[in-house]
């Protein structure tokens, strides 16, 4: 399996305009926004078969939220699936066939890879906006809940369907990211069960923080995101930062964290720049420093 683990990170480097991102396994977007840069956007582009992640997808997607830890330019990110849908999890043909025949030291490098993906879009500093139509299943429904924010249709269907495969429904964080933002019981009844969680118990739960229609919904997740990318940016990795670390904190070390943290985000020029706009009377612009 060390054909898709890959080594080392080749993309580090190209997040610039005179070095492209040149995505393989989905498609890539970046839209500069603003003077210091803009949104990048993530297409799973595998419609014919409701955009399923293979070893290579996984691993290239892993990889490319590492390296946005070091992108200057790109400040937010939206992903999105290609043909109304946004993904059907692991490809049956290429990852759950595969997986089948293989022994345990092997299942282990997969699975971490697997999770590697959802702590590197935790880690990275960028928000990210999923926008999120019709089918999102499995590692898709994982791929979703780990993003900072998500929008989706009156068709989307949020399925966390591994037990429907004969797995446990703690796959790729599952059992700690999901009680978090839609409740302990709620999530347990969707871990156990595998059902598809409707659009409306999903707006309704607080899983999505908006419902549009399908031609509307990733204008909108890009607007959004574009309006994020011209704000303090350095503020807003901030903020990223605090709510992932505050999960393992008390009440009392997350009171003290963040004081720290504001103070340190009290030494930007975004600060200063904020400040003197109101001062006189006018809407601050940002520099992301």
């Known amino acids: 399996m060390k054909h898709y683990i890959g080594a080392g990170n080749p993309m580090r480097a190209q997040f610039d305009a005179s070095a492209p991102y040149q995505a393989r396994h989905f498609a890539w977007q970046f839209e500069r926004s603003n003077e210091r840069g803009g949104v990048g956007t993530i297409t799973l582009n595998r419609p014919e078969r409701k955009n399923p992640l293979t070893f290579d997808s996984y691993a290239e997607l892993r990889d490319l939220f590492l390296a946005l830890r070091s992108s200057t330019d790109v400040q937010v990110v939206v992903i999105t699936g290609a043909g109304g849908n946004f993904c059907s999890g692991g490809d049956v043909h290429e990852i759950i066939g595969p997986l089948t025949g293989m022994r345990m030291p092997e299942l282990l490098e997969f699975t971490r890879m697997t999770g590697a993906l959802v702590k590197a879009m935790r880690d990275c500093p960028q928000p990210v906006i999923g926008a999120i139509d019709g089918i999102c299943a499995g590692a898709g429904a994982m791929m979703a809940l780990a993003c900072d924010l998500r929008y989706g249709t009156a068709q989307t269907k949020t399925a966390f369907l591994f037990t429907r495969v004969g797995l446990a429904g703690a796959d790729m964080g599952a059992c700690a990211l999901l009680p978090r933002v839609i409740g302990q019981g709620r999530a347990s009844e969707l871990l156990y069960t595998g059902r598809a969680m409707t659009a409306t118990e999903g707006l309704a739960w607080g899983f999505f923080n908006a419902l549009h229609e399908s031609a509307e919904l990733l204008p909108k997740a890009q607007a959004l995101a574009a309006e994020l990318a011209a704000g303090p940016t350095f503020a807003h990795a901030m903020t990223k930062t605090m709510l992932q670390q505050e999960w393992a904190m ?30 006189a009377k006018l809407k601050p612009v940002f520099g992301g420093d």
């Open 250 to 279: 008390t009440i009392e070390q997350a009171i003290e964290a963040e004081a720290q943290a504001q103070a340190i985000c009290m030494q930007t020029q975004d600060f200063k720049r904020a400040y003197e706009a109101f001062a």
